[in-house]
C-alpha cells in the first residue's frame, strides 16, 4: 500500500479556516471509518486530534473536526490560532498508513 | 497519569542492531496495542508495526519484516522494538505510542506518544 496524498503546505489567518485533505483508495480511506489526524509541533512528538474520521478525543478544541467523503478524509481547522502552525498527518488502516504531512502556516 | 517513557538516544555503526524500550505507566500496559513509529530527520511519519501486549502477538510493516523484532516484558510493562542490519537510511527518531481503543476492539489511533529515542547510524 502507498503512503496517503496530502498538500505539503496550507495556510491562513487568524481567525480563518482551513482544510487539509488526505487521499486514499477503497482499500483503505475510503473502505473503512478509521482515519485519524495528528498534529506536531516542531521537536515534539505527534498528538492526536481526530480518530474515526470525526471524532475528538478529550481536550481537544472544537475548532478542530473531521470528515470523510469517499477516499478523501479532510481535516479542517477553524477559528485559526497561531498555536494551530504546526504539521499535520493523516493516518488511516488502523495506522498502518500515513500521509506525507501538511505545513500549515498561520499568516 | 498515563505514559510512555522511552529509552536514550543510540548511536550505532552500519549492520549493527539497535533495541529500544518503552515503559508505560499509569494504565493496564495488558490492556492496549503499543505501535511503533519512526520519523527520518525532516520527514514524515512511517509506521513500523504493533505488538499486542497480552498475547505478544505482532503485526509488523512489510518494509521492515525480517529486520524488526518487538518484544514485551509485562512484569515490568515494557515494550521493546529491536532493529538490526541498520543503515545509514535507518537514522531516525522512533517512537512508541499507545492504541486508544482496548485490545479487543482492535488496533486504530495512537493516543499517548513517547517522547522518541533517537537512532543515528554512522560509521
Known amino acids: 500500500q502507498s503512503a496517503l496524498t496530502q498538500p505539503p503546505s496550507a495556510s491562513g489567518s487568524p481567525g480563518q479556516s482551513v482544510t487539509i485533505s488526505c487521499t486514499g483508495t477503497?482499500?483503505?480511506?475510503?473502505?473503512?471509518?478509521?482515519v485519524s489526524w495528528y498534529q506536531q509541533h516542531p521537536g515534539k512528538a505527534p498528538k492526536l486530534m481526530i480518530y474515526e474520521v470525526s471524532k475528538r478525543p478529550s481536550g481537544v478544541p472544537d475548532r478542530f473536526s473531521g470528515s470523510k467523503s469517499g477516499n478523501t478524509a479532510s481535516l479542517t481547522v477553524s477559528g485559526l490560532q497561531a498555536e494551530d502552525e504546526a504539521d499535520y498527518y493523516c493516518?488511516?488502516?488502523?495506522?498502518?498508513?500515513f500521509g506525507g504531512g501538511t505545513k500549515l502556516t498561520v499568516l | 497519569q498515563v505514559q510512555l517513557v522511552q529509552s536514550g538516544a543510540e548511536v550505532k555503526k552500519p549492520g549493527a542492531s539497535v533495541k529500544v524500550s518503552c515503559k508505560a505507566s499509569?494504565?493496564?500496559?495488558?490492556?492496549?496495542?503499543v505501535h511503533w513509529v519512526r520519523q527520518a530527520p525532516g520527514q514524515g511519519l512511517e509506521c513500523m508495526g504493533w505488538?499486542?501486549?497480552?498475547?505478544?502477538?505482532?503485526n509488523y510493516a512489510q518494509k521492515f519484516q525480517g529486520r524488526v523484532t518487538m518484544t514485551r516484558d509485562t512484569s515490568i510493562s515494557t515494550a521493546y522494538m529491536e532493529l538490526s542490519r541498520l543503515r545509514s537510511d535507518d537514522t531516525a527518531m522512533y517512537y512508541c505510542?499507545?492504541?486508544?481503543?482496548?485490545?479487543?476492539?482492535?488496533?486504530?489511533?495512537?493516543?499517548?506518544w513517547g517522547q522518541g529515542t533517537m537512532v543515528t547510524v554512522s560509521s
Open positions: 493516518s488511516s488502516y488502523a495506522g498502518s498508513l
Open positions: 499509569g494504565y493496564t500496559f495488558t490492556g492496549y496495542y
Open positions: 505488538i499486542n501486549p497480552n498475547s505478544g502477538g505482532t
Open positions: 477503497s482499500s483503505d480511506v475510503g473502505g473503512y471509518n478509521y
Open positions: 505510542a499507545r492504541d486508544w481503543r482496548r485490545i479487543a476492539a482492535g488496533p486504530d489511533a495512537f493516543d499517548i
